[in-house]
């Protein structure tokens, strides 16, 4: 009789005995060095943080890159790069001055032209790098330490927009690199940031290389979430390229590696079991997962057939698919679970169970004549897979003529920004997933817009929910945001352009040994945490 790789994992655990299976490390280096940490992560295949949206691409630039501010873990920007910083009285100017000890990994100063440059470039990808560019008169350095951005009216989210860690991310570049178009890759992976990308021991596909960047002048202030003094307590951190789940997790238990970012929900009892292994929840407000429709194209140009999605999904059924109960929750605002706009504005639609007969009513009334609905299902990322497979279940239920259209993250990328009918390579339905914090980020989050075809793929339109979102910027309290809010979400439930699937905890995987990791959400820091004795 076969016996499968995750029996031999359970038998393994049952006899308290370690794991003995082949090694996908064993062939490529030596045994973990005391200040090297390895960790599995996802495929690092693109390389420049501004023109994707990549959560590992972002991770990356975390590592070798800088940013002006930071958010603490109270969710507060602090200055990061910047040393001192002032407003004018009339709240237009903002004046920056950097801190002294900043240089780029090839060993020359930064600048503030740098810093112009990559906010400019920034600037025409993420939505809030873009109002900052409409609502700028001048961006520009005024000597080689000091730049000021001027507004043509006040805007007092600026600094929470420079700090965002929502995708993609302002990290400051070198001014030749923050030169190219924003459609063009930059590959040279120089930064100035706690990290340096070592080319060299890199192997695209398997492994990404990063050593402590030894010349590196941390902040004096302690480590507080992505702010203050980005220490760094390792040598060097090895990215590893694992993609079958069983595999990581016997390495992670044979010590072979120290980290491993997606446990799958099945092993955790296992890890729990083992005294040298630990789940550690990082981001705990968690995470979202959504559906986006191409609202382009048929059936979904309809709103009513995207409304009918929302009546149609089960969200604790989804989440199952994937993730143990205890790990996962309803979530029915716009804005996330657990930030500061979360709000119940227009959730009639919600249902425990789901309602497929409202969802047929709806698809019936918007004419629906059982067009192809082909449904982009990620094989590198199992829990999303795991959702495509079953919405495509749910949707033949309904009399929906669904496929599912299998590829990595670089060909469904690719297949995403297609405009087109299915019949001519283009998509109906993606899955994907965000930190709850970036739901309650409106100006920085392509995917809290609504302005049509220049937006997130899907391409949602609606003037007078993209009218409240620039009203954003400029009202000055909590309270007059949330209230903003409430009118947002109303819209985005009538027009229907993101329907949810649910809200997760996700735990990391790591070895007891690996200490002091970051807690925070949507990136994972490599500085702060360290390899201690058994």
């Known amino acids: 009789m076969a016996i499968s790789r995750r029996e031999m994992i359970k038998a393994g655990l049952a006899a308290g005995a370690a794991i003995s299976i082949p090694s996908v490390l064993r062939a490529q280096a030596a045994p973990t060095a005391a200040r090297t940490v390895r960790m599995v992560m996802e495929n690092l295949d693109y390389f420049d943080p501004v023109g994707t949206t990549s959560a590992i691409t972002a991770n990356h630039g975390l590592a070798i890159y800088d940013t002006l501010f930071a958010l603490d873990s109270k969710m507060m920007p602090q200055p990061q790069m910047v040393g001192k910083w002032g407003v004018s009285d009339d709240k237009k100017t903002y004046t920056f001055e950097l801190r002294d000890g900043l240089a780029w990994h090839d060993g020359t100063p930064v600048t503030a032209a740098d810093c112009v440059a990559s906010i400019r470039r920034w600037g025409q990808v993420p939505s809030g790098g873009q109002l900052i560019g409409e609502r700028a008169s001048d961006i520009s350095a005024q000597d080689d330490k000091t730049f000021i951005i001027s507004l043509k009216e006040p805007m007092g989210l600026l600094l929470e927009l420079l700090a965002g860690v929502g995708t993609p991310v302002l990290y400051i570049m070198r001014e030749k690199d923050a030169s190219l178009a924003a459609t063009e890759q930059v590959t040279a992976n120089i930064g100035s940031g706690p990290f340096k990308f070592n080319q060299t021991l890199t192997k695209p596909g398997v492994s990404v290389t990063y050593d402590r960047n030894e010349k590196y002048v941390p902040r004096h202030e302690p480590t507080d979430g992505f702010a203050g003094g980005k220490v760094v307590n390792v040598d060097r951190v090895i990215w590893e390229n694992i993609t079958d789940q069983q595999t990581a997790f016997a390495a992670l238990q044979s010590g072979e590696v120290d980290f491993v970012l997606l446990p799958p929900a099945d092993l955790y009892s296992a890890i729990e079991s083992d005294t040298n292994l630990a789940l550690q929840v990082l981001n705990k407000a968690g995470d979202v997962y959504f559906m986006r429709m191409n609202c382009l194209q048929k059936p979904f140009d309809n709103v009513k057939a995207r409304q009918a999605m929302l009546h149609l999904i089960d969200q604790d059924a989804f989440m199952r698919t994937s993730y143990l109960p205890e790990y996962t929750r309803t979530i029915t605002s716009f804005f996330g679970n657990q930030t500061a706009y979360t709000n119940d504005e227009n959730t009639g639609w919600f249902k425990k169970g789901g309602d497929p007969e409202k969802a047929k009513q709806l698809l019936k009334e918007?004419?629906?004549?059982?067009?192809?609905?082909?449904?982009?299902?990620?094989?590198?990322?199992?829990?999303?897979?795991?959702?495509?497979?079953?919405?495509?279940?749910?949707?033949?239920?309904?009399?929906?003529?669904?496929?599912?259209?299998?590829?990595?993250?670089?060909?469904?990328?690719?297949?995403?920004?297609?405009?087109?009918?299915?019949?001519?390579?283009?998509w109906s339905i993606f899955i994907a997933g965000e930190a709850d914090y970036e739901r309650g980020t409106p100006l920085s989050n392509p995917t809290l817009s609504a302005n049509g075809e220049q937006g997130w793929w899907g391409w949602p339109k609606s003037d007078e929910y993209e009218a409240l979102r620039a009203r954003w910027a400029v009202v000055e309290t909590l309270e007059e945001r949330q209230a903003l809010a409430r009118e947002m979400q109303r819209i985005q439930w009538d027009i229907a352009g993101t329907v949810l699937l649910g809200s997760v905890l996700s735990p990391i995987a790591r070895r007891k040994t690996l200490t002091g990791l970051i807690e925070m959400p949507t990136l994972t820091a490599m500085w702060n945490m360290q390899r201690v004795p058994a």
């Open 366 to 426: 918007a004419g629906y004549a059982g067009e192809k609905v082909v449904i982009l299902q990620r094989t590198d990322w199992v829990e999303a897979g795991n959702l495509a497979q079953f919405l495509a279940v749910t949707l033949r239920k309904i009399g929906v003529n669904a496929e599912l259209a299998p590829g990595d993250r670089a060909l469904n990328n690719d297949r995403r920004k297609n405009k087109v009918s299915v019949e001519d390579g283009g």
